[in-house]
């Protein structure tokens, strides 16, 4: 029962969507979230043993998970993670002292009772979504290439020698392998409680060359007679030597989940697949002004380093 109602409350705590602010997480990461939302980052003992894992396959690979959430949602979940007893909590209360004194026919009417209290709570509080973050030291390809023979770092050293027509194709077999178990091109089975059904899915390189995934859909999540809901939306990139992937969840209220995604994410990294911009393409005619500015766009953006920044300024004014 705890573990049930663990998953209800995880929704229930999120508050008012106001306006937006940059979320700097610890000088690597910048989000556009709305003003309420707050980290932390998952330093407990359980995500540690996991982190380590993957760590110790890889030299000097480093790996941070941060939760990015309204305030309220991500001080419950601190608590939870400083051993805070669930069933102490208002929210997990409130349903219960309700729950005393219903009289279900079965657990399946039960278990759709608890979703529907769930849902009316989180409707009440105007709930937006909550972000999953990981950053590593090391770029996608840096370890694609420390990876060697890994079928997925192959895959991905493949895909970095793509163009975007190639790219595309590429994407729909990859598509097509996630959900060969399904057959229909659409669902990703997870395990026999949990399915995502994909609705985007993309692989791509932005005009900077860096290569991206971006995707979203809907996970069907089975808990006993419990059958949760939630939209999803995920994003992985590498900038400045450090790769990054997001996950997002929405629970309610979701009609502007992937535009508010797209925000959140934009100052991470351009998704634009319009035009490649290096230095090694820098006209050599036109307003010399114009190609500077462009230039200095460039680096601000993390898509050149200052070596390269340099070099490319040395070579229009020369």
């Known amino acids: 029962m705890k573990k049930l109602l663990g998953i209800v409350v995880l929704g229930l705590l999120w508050c008012n969507i106001l306006p937006a602010k940059i979320l700097n997480i610890e000088n690597q990461i910048l989000l556009e979230v709305p003003s309420s939302h707050e980290y932390i980052e998952y330093d407990n003992e359980d995500t540690r043993e996991s982190i380590e894992e993957v760590t110790d396959l ?68 105007k709930i937006d979504f909550v972000t999953y973050a990981l950053v590593s030291n090391k770029s996608l390809t840096e370890l694609a290439l420390e990876d060697e023979g890994d079928e997925v770092a192959d895959m991905i050293t493949e895909l970095q020698n793509m163009n975007n027509s190639e790219l595309a194709e590429s994407t729909k077999e990859i598509r097509k392998q996630l959900t060969l178990l399904a057959g229909n091109n659409k669902s990703i089975l997870i395990n026999d409680d949990m399915t995502i059904n994909l609705n985007k899915f993309k692989i791509a390189k932005n005009e900077y060359g860096k290569l991206f995934l971006k995707s979203n859909g ?82 601000k953006s993390g898509a050149l380093t200052k070596e390269e920044f340099e070099k490319g300024k040395k070579k229009l004014l020369n």
Do not use: H
Not at 79 to 94: Q, T, W
Not at 100 to 109: P, S, T
Not at 239 to 249: H, P
């Open 58 to 125: 890889i030299e000097g690979l480093e790996i941070k998970i941060f939760l990015v959430g309204p305030s309220k949602y991500v001080e419950f979940e601190k608590a939870i993670l400083d051993g805070e007893d669930l069933m102490e909590n208002k929210y997990v209360k409130s349903i219960m002292k309700k729950a005393e004194k219903k009289r279900f026919k079965d657990e399946v009417q039960k278990g759709k009772w608890f979703i529907s209290e769930a849902k009316k709570i989180m409707k009440k509080e």
């Open 218 to 299: 809907k996970m069907i999540w089975i808990m006993g007679t419990m059958k949760i809901d939630l939209m999803l939306n995920l994003f992985v990139t590498e900038n400045n030597d450090k790769a990054y992937l997001f996950m997002s969840a929405c629970y309610v209220n979701c009609s502007k989940f992937n535009s508010k995604f797209d925000k959140m994410i934009k100052p991470i990294i351009s998704t634009n697949t319009q035009v490649q911009k290096t230095t090694s393409n820098i006209s050599d005619s036109g307003d010399l002004a114009e190609q500077l500015k462009g230039l200095n766009e460039l680096y």
